[in-house]
């Protein structure tokens, strides 16, 4: 099942990508349309980098506490996930990168981690390697 959902996104993410980049320059220009891309691009490194201090600065003032940080990992999985997202050039990637990394909208993602998290573990699917 997962195998086939990469395949899918892979091949539907740039045509998907390429039909926005299309739609894009028909109804802005081609120049604008490529000095937006750049600009979410630069807008989003910006805001993964101010996001990503944050996060790390609540889990490392819980791990101080000694609390377990999960809810601030989880969110620094968003973070990471959000910029690789703005990495890509494309608009829908672009805004689902930029979902992911504001905070309000972050929480969604987050619950949806925890919920793939949750059934893994039901099922036996999760698994944890570590090195001594």
Known sequence: MVKWVLIV???????????????????????????????????????????????????????????????AVLDGLCVLAGGLLLAVPGFFTDIVGLLMIVPPMRVWFRRGLMLLIRRAIERGRFRIWYRR
């Open 9 to 71: 996104l892979l091949v539907a993410l740039p045509v998907l990508e390429i039909w926005g980049l299309i739609l894009a320059g028909r109804h802005l220009g081609a120049f604008p349309a490529a000095l937006l891309l750049v600009f979410t691009s630069v807008l989003g490194v910006y805001l993964a980098k101010r996001e990503w201090t944050k996060v790390w600065h609540a889990a490392k003032i819980q791990w101080q506490r000694g609390e377990m940080p999960a809810a």
